[in-house]
Nanobody, 124 residues
Framework: QVQLVESGGGLVQAGGSLRLSCAASGRAFTSSAMGWFRQAPGKERDFVAVISWSGDSAFYADSVRGRFTISRDNAKNTVYLQMNSPKPEDTAVYYC?????????????????WGQGTQVTVSS
């Protein structure tokens, strides 16, 4: 079992910054790549970013590349999503998830544990 708890969501102005955190417990943190996903009202949940178990590689959705940065601190069992220059269209519930794989992977079916989500609202 893995427990994932997101924090750091809230209201942010467009062009500002916000950092999301996801604290993990249970299964060895370094046995999983970690991903962030988001779901806007009335839309499906979409991939945002993923980082490998070691932190050496990351991959981003086109919509956030260059603005968001995913990182992890394996000593703290925590993964982060730094959101710079957010836009109103980034408004969504953000979820972190633990993958069944060690390396970067996008498909949601490859993630077996999910957090409860944290709301991010970007005002214009």
């Amino acid at each position: 079992q893995v427990q994932l708890v997101e924090s750091g969501g809230g209201l942010v102005q467009a062009g500002g910054s916000l950092r999301l955190s996801c604290a993990a417990s249970g299964r060895a943190f370094t046995s999983s790549a970690m991903g962030w996903f988001r779901q806007a009202p009335g839309k499906e949940r979409d991939f945002v970013a993923v980082i490998s178990w070691s932190g050496d590689s990351a991959f981003y959705a086109d919509s956030v590349r260059g603005r968001f940065t995913i990182s992890r601190d394996n000593a703290k069992n925590t993964v982060y999503l730094q959101m710079n220059s957010p836009k109103p269209e980034d408004t969504a519930v953000y979820y972190c998830a633990a993958a069944t794989a060690l390396e970067t992977i996008v498909a949601q079916s490859e993630y077996d544990y999910w957090g409860q989500g944290t709301q991010v609202t970007v005002s214009s």
